[in-house]
C-alpha cells in the first residue's frame, strides 16, 4: 500500500514537471498560431490601399511582444518601404486597427523617388537622397468612445538625414472603414509638436545649392539669410517670428520644432500641404501662409 502510494505521488510529481514542460511549448504554438492569423488579418485590411508582404512571424509568451520580419509595403506597384523587423507591443485588439499599439522598427529603409511620395519625395531624392534608411519607434492609441487618434511616442532616427520626434492628437478619427480612419487622421482637426534634428540633412541641402549655383557654401547660408530677411520685411509679426526660427534654424541651431494648437482648426493635410518642400524658393514663400509656430533651438 505504501509502495502504491509513492507510486501515485510519483506520478503526480512526474505529471506536474511535464505538464509545466508542455503548457509554455503548447502556449507558444498557440499563440504563434493566433499572432499569424491576426497579422494576416491585419494586412489584409490594408489590400485595397497597399500591398503588404511579410516573412517570418513569431510571439514571446514572456514579455508579450509580437515580432514581424522582412516587410515590405508596396503600392501602386511600387515599393516604397522596407523593414528587416518590427517588434509588435502593449497591443489592444480592435477594428480595423489595434486601439493601443507601439513598435519598434530595425533596418527599415524608405524609397524617396516613389511616386507614392509625389514631388515631395522628388525633392529629397534631388538633395541626394534616393532612399532613407531609419529606425525608432512609434506608438498610438485609438479610441471607440472617444473617437481620438493619439500618437504618443514618435522617434524616428533617419541615417545621416534627422531625427524626428514629437506627439500627435487629431480628433473625431475612428471608423469602422479603414480608407476612412486613414482620411480622417490626415483631415480632421489636429494638434502637435513636431521636433526634427538635424543629422546631415541640412549640409546636404547647402551642398546641392550650392553646386547648382555654384557658390561657396558660407556664401549659400549669407543668401539665405537675405532672402530671408527680405520675405520677413512685410510680413505680420507671426509670419516674422516664423521667419527668424527658420533662419536660426538653417544658420545656428541643430533642431526646428512644428506646434499645431488645437484650437487652430487646421489638419495634418492642411499643415504639410502648406508647406512646400519641392524647391528654395517655393518653401521660404510657404512661411507665409504657414498657420503652424515655429521653433528652432
Known amino acids: 500500500m505504501a509502495l502504491s502510494k509513492k507510486k501515485t505521488i510519483l506520478f503526480i510529481v512526474i505529471f506536474l514537471i511535464l505538464l509545466?514542460?508542455?503548457l509554455p511549448i503548447a502556449a507558444y504554438f498557440i499563440a504563434n498560431t493566433n499572432a499569424k492569423s491576426n497579422v494576416?488579418?491585419?494586412?489584409?485590411?490594408?489590400?485595397?490601399?497597399?500591398?503588404?508582404?511579410?516573412?517570418?512571424?513569431?510571439?514571446?509568451?514572456?514579455?508579450?511582444?509580437?515580432?514581424?520580419?522582412?516587410?515590405?509595403?508596396?503600392?501602386?506597384?511600387?515599393?516604397?518601404?522596407?523593414l528587416k523587423?518590427?517588434?509588435?507591443?502593449?497591443?489592444?485588439?480592435?477594428?480595423?486597427?489595434?486601439a493601443n499599439l507601439q513598435v519598434d522598427i530595425t533596418g527599415g529603409t524608405l524609397y524617396n523617388k516613389a511616386s507614392f511620395f509625389?514631388?515631395?519625395?522628388?525633392?529629397?531624392?534631388?538633395?541626394?537622397?534616393?532612399?532613407?534608411?531609419?529606425?525608432?519607434?512609434?506608438?498610438y492609441t485609438l479610441g471607440k468612445a472617444s473617437k481620438e487618434f493619439k500618437i504618443v511616442t514618435l522617434n524616428i532616427l533617419a541615417s545621416d538625414f534627422g531625427l524626428i520626434q514629437?506627439?500627435?492628437?487629431?480628433?473625431?478619427?475612428?471608423?469602422?472603414?479603414?480608407?476612412?480612419?486613414?482620411?480622417?487622421?490626415?483631415?480632421?482637426n489636429a494638434s502637435f509638436f513636431i521636433t526634427?534634428?538635424?543629422?546631415g540633412l541640412k549640409n546636404k541641402m547647402f551642398e546641392k545649392v550650392a553646386s547648382v549655383f555654384e557658390l561657396e557654401?558660407?556664401?549659400?547660408?549669407?543668401?539665405?539669410?537675405?532672402?530671408i530677411y527680405k520675405r520677413s520685411l512685410n510680413a505680420d509679426n507671426f509670419t516674422k517670428a516664423n521667419y527668424?526660427?527658420?533662419?536660426?534654424?538653417?544658420?545656428?541651431?541643430?533642431?526646428?520644432?512644428?506646434?499645431?494648437?488645437?484650437?487652430?482648426?487646421?489638419?495634418?493635410?492642411?499643415?504639410?500641404?502648406?508647406?512646400?518642400?519641392?524647391?528654395?524658393?517655393?518653401?521660404l514663400n510657404s512661411f507665409k501662409e504657414l498657420k503652424v509656430e515655429v521653433i528652432a533651438k
Open 20 to 22: 509545466l514542460i508542455i
Open 85 to 98: 523587423k518590427a517588434e509588435f507591443n502593449h497591443i489592444v485588439r480592435s477594428n480595423p486597427v489595434p
Open 196 to 199: 526634427f534634428t538635424d543629422k
Open 40 to 82: 494576416a488579418d491585419f494586412t489584409n485590411n490594408f489590400k485595397s490601399i497597399c500591398d503588404i508582404k511579410y516573412g517570418n512571424v513569431s510571439y514571446n509568451i514572456l514579455n508579450r511582444h509580437l515580432i514581424v520580419e522582412d516587410i515590405s509595403l508596396n503600392c501602386n506597384n511600387e515599393k516604397i518601404a522596407d
Open 217 to 227: 557654401p558660407d556664401n549659400v547660408k549669407t543668401r539665405a539669410s537675405n532672402a
Open 118 to 139: 509625389k514631388d515631395y519625395g522628388k525633392a529629397v531624392a534631388d538633395a541626394g537622397y534616393d532612399k532613407i534608411d531609419f529606425q525608432g519607434r512609434i506608438s
Open 166 to 188: 514629437g506627439d500627435v492628437k487629431v480628433i473625431n478619427a475612428y471608423d469602422k472603414d479603414i480608407k476612412n480612419l486613414i482620411n480622417n487622421i490626415q483631415n480632421n
Open 244 to 283: 527668424h526660427q527658420l533662419e536660426k534654424f538653417l544658420l545656428s541651431s541643430d533642431s526646428i520644432s512644428l506646434k499645431l494648437n488645437a484650437d487652430d482648426n487646421m489638419s495634418i493635410s492642411n499643415t504639410f500641404n502648406t508647406l512646400d518642400f519641392t524647391g528654395y524658393r517655393k518653401l
